[in-house]
């Protein structure tokens, strides 16, 4: 194993083009890649709440 990176635990899925326009290949991307947060509206609702209330005038 001559690359430490061999070991990791995971990988990145891979990707088209280069520099500023690469970007993962959805061909390969697959139902397990990805995030699936549902309560993301309600979590930044929630913060926005709060900050503002915390925000002095």
């Known amino acids: 194993m001559a690359d430490p990176f061999d070991r990791a635990a995971s990988k990145a899925p891979p990707t088209l083009g ?4 690469s970007r ?16 993301a509206a309600e979590l930044w609702e929630q913060l926005q ?9």
């Not at 709440?49 to 005038?57: F, I, K």
């Open 18 to 21: 280069e520099g500023c326009l």
């Open 49 to 57: 709440g709060t900050s503002d209330a915390s925000v002095p005038e």
């Open 24 to 39: 993962y290949d959805p061909a390969a991307l697959g139902h397990d890649d990805g995030t699936d947060f549902p309560g």
